[in-house]
């Protein structure tokens, strides 16, 4: 059940210890199975452990430090939401993937690079949602995909580098004031609603984006310090959402393809400095303050 008999005295949950007691070997740990388990301040899971079903210790609010085993690949769904002592994990190199909401809302949560597996694929909503000490220059050379959005809103991160990236979701860094440098795949094809929006963003990799299809509104919006000059001109642009690039105060340069057809309201206004904007085929369809003001 929920071990209770493990937890007495010392709050440390040793499922490895469980095993070895029972003369059983633990596969998978059923949905809530340590939810709101009260006393327990450390959990350590057995390397046969393979599957971990979400909310597995939702809301064991005295839970300060985790040892993961060595035959997960994913870390559940919800598995540390609402453990709100919790300060360190151990994930071990083979993770695979971060489920739903994961870590989501940990602010006592204290993580590095080192303590992320190069393993890591995927990603998914929320995993580390206002995470303020999960910080540092992360990079994850195996990441492909986020599912969902706002992974990292509001985190400690300084840098993030995923070069097979394709697709970068929305709100992924969103209100996150220290985030600076970002790195991802030059065939990126899609950057979600306000993925950078109002964060420390200061430069972006690779500026010139030639398999970009779409843009979503609000994404680099208010995103003071970035420096980058874009070349779109290669990409496949046809539109530009509302407040896309509003607000670049050091941005001198925007190139748009010719298959570039509209700028929407706001788009690329309010930025208050001299700058160049290029359109690479047929003036498209300017909306109302799109360009307003510009310096130059």
């Given at each position: 059940?929920?071990?209770?008999?493990?937890?007495?005295?010392?709050?440390?949950?040793?499922?490895?210890?469980?095993?070895?007691?029972?003369?059983?070997?633990?596969?998978?740990?059923?949905?809530?199975?340590?939810?709101?388990?009260?006393?327990?301040?450390?959990?350590?899971?057995?390397?046969?452990?393979?599957?971990?079903?979400?909310?597995?210790?939702?809301?064991?609010?005295?839970?300060?430090?985790?040892?993961?085993?060595?035959?997960?690949?994913?870390?559940?769904?919800?598995?540390?939401?609402?453990?709100?002592?919790?300060?360190?994990?151990?994930?071990?190199?083979?993770?695979?993937?971060?489920?739903?909401?994961?870590?989501?809302?940990?602010?006592?949560?204290?993580?590095?690079?080192?303590?992320?597996?190069?393993?890591?694929?995927t990603i998914r909503n929320c995993a580390f949602r206002h995470c303020s000490k999960v910080t540092?220059?992360?990079?994850?050379?195996?990441?492909?995909?986020?599912?969902?959005?706002?992974?990292?809103?509001?985190?400690?991160?300084?840098?993030?580098?995923?070069?097979?990236?394709?697709?970068?979701?929305?709100?992924?860094?969103?209100?996150?004031?220290?985030?600076?440098?970002?790195?991802?795949?030059?065939?990126?094809?899609?950057?979600?609603?306000?993925?950078?929006?109002?964060?420390?963003?200061?430069?972006?990799?690779?500026?010139?984006?030639?398999?970009?299809?779409?843009?979503?509104?609000?994404?680099?919006?208010?995103?003071?310090?970035?420096?980058?000059?874009?070349?779109?001109?290669?990409?496949?642009?046809?539109?530009?959402?509302?407040?896309?690039?509003?607000?670049?105060?050091?941005?001198?340069?925007?190139?748009?393809?010719?298959?570039?057809?509209?700028?929407?309201?706001?788009?690329?206004?309010?930025?208050?400095?001299?700058?160049?904007?290029?359109?690479?085929?047929?003036?498209?369809?300017?909306?109302?303050?799109?360009?307003?003001?510009?310096?130059?």
């Open positions: 059940q929920n071990g209770s008999s493990y937890i007495a005295g010392s709050g440390v949950l040793d499922l490895r210890t469980v095993e070895a007691d029972c003369g059983v070997v633990l596969k998978v740990s059923n949905n809530g199975a340590l939810e709101k388990v009260a006393g327990m301040t450390e959990v350590y899971l057995p390397d046969s452990l393979e599957s971990v079903d979400g909310n597995t210790f939702t809301s064991c609010t005295s839970l300060t430090n985790a040892v993961l085993g060595s035959g997960m690949k994913a870390v559940g769904t919800r598995m540390f939401y609402k453990c709100s002592s919790l300060q360190k994990v151990l994930l071990p190199e083979g993770i695979e993937e971060i489920k739903d909401e994961a870590f989501d809302l940990l602010k006592n949560l204290v993580m590095t690079q080192e303590d992320f597996p190069s393993t890591i694929t540092g220059d992360l990079v994850f050379p195996n990441l492909t995909t986020f599912t969902g959005g706002y992974h990292f809103q509001g985190a400690g991160v300084t840098s993030f580098t995923a070069p097979k990236l394709e697709d970068v979701p929305k709100g992924l860094f969103n209100d996150s004031k220290k985030f600076t440098k970002f790195v991802c795949s030059p065939n990126v094809t899609n950057i979600g609603y306000r993925a950078f929006q109002a964060s420390g963003l200061r430069d972006f990799y690779p500026s010139e984006l030639t398999k970009l299809k779409t843009l979503s509104e609000g994404v680099f919006r208010a995103c003071g310090s970035l420096t980058n000059n874009f070349d779109l001109s290669q990409s496949e642009l046809t539109y530009v959402p509302p407040f896309a690039f509003a607000d670049l105060v050091k941005v001198k340069s925007i190139k748009f393809p010719k298959t570039l057809t509209e700028l929407a309201s706001e788009s690329i206004g309010y930025n208050k400095s001299s700058r160049a904007v290029w359109f690479m085929g047929p003036p498209p369809t300017i909306g109302e303050k799109a360009l307003y003001p510009n310096g130059g």
